[in-house]
C-alpha cells in the first residue's frame, strides 16, 4: 500500500511539472504575440515602428530634415501579422534578450542605436539592441519583415 501511495505521489509531481513547463511555454506560441516594435535613433533623429495584429504605425522625427516629424499608419492584413510572426519561427522568446549583437558601434557614435522588442499578451517584453537596422542574424528576418511593412502602402 506504502508503494501504490508513493508512486501516485510521484505521479502527482511529475503532472505537476508538466503542466507548469507547458503554462512557461505559452508566451512562445505566436498567438501569443501582441505588439513588435523597432526603435532607431542617434543624435537628432528618432524612429519608432510598431505593429500589431491589425496595424502598422511609424514615427519619424528628424531634427535635421526640413519636415520635423512623419507619422504615417495603415491597417494591417492578417495575412500580413501571419507572415511577419513566422519570422520568428525557430526563436525562443526568452532568448531575445540574450542574442550577441553582431557589432556595437553604437557605443561610440559609430551607428545609431537601434531594438526590436516583442510584447506578448501577458505583457512580457523581450527585447534585443543593436546598431542601425543589422540585429543578431536569428531576428534579421523579423527586421526586414518589419522594413517591409513600413515601405508598402
Known amino acids: ?51 500589431t495584429a491589425d496595424s502598422v504605425i511609424s514615427k519619424i522625427e528628424d531634427f535635421r530634415a526640413e519636415e520635423k516629424s512623419k ?8 495575412k500580413e501579422w501571419e507572415t511577419l510572426l513566422k ?19 553604437r557605443a561610440y557614435d559609430g551607428a545609431l542605436a537601434a531594438s526590436l522588442q516583442i510584447t506578448t499578451t501577458q505583457n512580457q517584453t523581450f527585447g534585443h539592441s543593436f546598431d542601425n537596422e543589422e540585429p543578431h542574424a536569428k531576428l534579421v528576418p523579423l527586421m526586414k519583415a518589419v522594413r517591409a511593412l513600413t515601405a508598402s502602402k
Do not use: H, W
Open 1 to 51: 500500500m506504502k508503494n501504490t501511495k508513493r508512486i501516485y505521489t510521484g505521479l502527482s509531481s511529475l503532472v505537476l511539472v508538466l503542466l507548469l513547463t507547458a503554462c512557461s511555454l505559452k508566451a512562445q506560441k505566436e498567438s501569443d504575440i501582441r505588439q513588435i516594435e523597432f526603435t532607431k535613433t542617434g543624435r537628432g533623429y528618432q524612429e519608432n515602428v510598431r505593429v
Open 71 to 78: 507619422r504615417t499608419g495603415r491597417k494591417l492584413a492578417p
Open 87 to 105: 519570422t520568428l519561427a525557430g526563436v525562443e522568446l526568452k532568448e531575445v534578450p540574450t542574442l550577441p549583437p553582431p557589432t556595437d558601434r
